[in-house]
């Protein structure tokens, strides 16, 4: 692992120094909800490495919001992480904003995994079953360590033709859903691309 990559310890590590940063800065009590490697590896789904903090959303009040754009609060503490621990600009980032306006599998909010990480930040981690879904959305999308993830997750068939059909209202293209039906085929899953 490089200095600039995170494994569950400097993860840990990260997170605690932000919810330092914030409480220093007088920050509100944040919520983020993560998803992607980060919280394969905090939620202990799948041991590996990665290069940042996907913040699909917060969670305020139990209500889910919008990360776009990301407070200036919060930046400014991600900067000050960053400088001290020698992370990328871009260590904690809402890349995956979109996905939170395009559309959640079913139950969504229920199914996080939360962790409090100090006073003042509350990391809420996607949970097995939608990262089935979303790693499954980018695998068709972009392929890549994205398929890793989805094979180390050991879906069921039910549990991917449930990924494939939240996929398809992503992009209901009929080109989408040969592609969808094409990477079951090379994965080694044949019931699941005839069922979808």
Known sequence: MNNKSFDALKLQESLKLLDEQLLLGDAPSTGLVVCGGSALIATGLVMRTTRDIDILAFLDNNVLQDSEPLPEYLLRAAGNVGRILGLPHDWLNNGPASQFRLGLPEGFQQRLQSVVIGEKLTVHYIGRYDQIFFKTWASAD????????????????????????????????????????????QLGWQNVSARI
Do not use: K
């Open 142 to 185: 972009r392929g890549g360590y994205h398929v890793s993830d989805l094979l180390a997750l050991n879906p069921s068939e039910a549990e991917l033709v449930s990924a494939a059909e939240w996929c398809m209202t992503q992009d209901v293209s009929d080109e989408f859903h040969e592609i969808l039906r094409d990477m079951f085929l």
